[in-house]
């Protein structure tokens, strides 16, 4: 883990967004299409802390994005080419846009300022969407990436923002997989290779801290 001072800087709130992956109803709610993985992500503290996130980052000026992950009813342009697809479609709850099921769940709130992309394809929230764009409009440097799951799209999120050239940053307590055990394996093993690993406390004390005021 990086010094505090460290983390300090590369969260400035100025160059800085948080992005809430696949946080939605149908996901992580209590009607979820994958009861688990919504299990995990409450019982784990993983959703409660993608809220005080979110929280801490409107109170300090941080940009929050959400992405979203649906599907139209009838399916076009939707991802077959994949297992995971092909279940996800037969899924009794299904992500469809409009539904409540692609709304931000409980306990994070969404604000008035925070950007909502919205997904139809593929299993990243960065690569073929808006995200990247809205990003270096913003002047982000650092992208702080929460929510679900470990097991896809929270890697995906990862390398993609890597590779696009912005400082991933990865709160540990606030992402969740299944089973249990493979959210830390994967942080270990793979996420802090390319990412700085971190906790939600420690963001939120970043964001808290009185900024210095440069001078001339």
């Not at 505090?4 to 299409?33: H, I, M, N, R, Y």
């Not at 092909?86 to 769940?105: C, D, E, F, K, Y």
């Not at 925070?114 to 990243?124: A, I, K, N, T």
């Amino acid at each position: 883990m990086p010094s505090f001072e460290q983390l300090a800087e590369q969260l400035d709130p100025t160059s800085t967004a948080l992005l809430t992956v696949e946080c939605q109803q149908g996901v992580v709610g209590k009607d979820s299409a994958l009861p688990e993985l919504a299990a995990e992500a409450r019982s784990s503290g993983a959703l409660h802390n993608v809220a005080r996130l979110v929280a801490g980052a409107h109170e300090a000026g941080v940009q929050v994005l959400h992405a979203v992950a649906e599907r139209r009813p009838d399916g076009r342009g939707a991802n077959h080419n994949a297992r995971l697809f092909r279940a996800a479609g037969r899924l009794p709850v299904q992500q469809h846009t409009g539904s409540t099921a692609v709304r931000i769940a409980a306990p994070i709130e969404v604000a008035d300022e925070d950007l909502v992309v919205r997904r139809l394809h593929g299993l990243s929230p960065i690569a073929g969407t808006d995200v990247d764009a809205l990003l270096r409009n913003l002047g982000c440097r650092s992208l702080l990436i929460t929510g679900v799951s470990a097991n896809i799209a929270i890697p995906n999120a990862v390398f993609d923002a890597v590779n696009l050239g912005y400082a991933a940053v990865v709160p540990g307590d606030a992402i969740a997989g299944v089973p249990s055990d493979y959210t830390p394996a994967m942080i270990r093993n793979t996420l802090a290779l390319v990412a700085t690993i971190t906790t939600t406390d420690d963001v939120l004390a970043c964001w808290k801290r009185p900024r210095r005021v440069r001078r001339a």
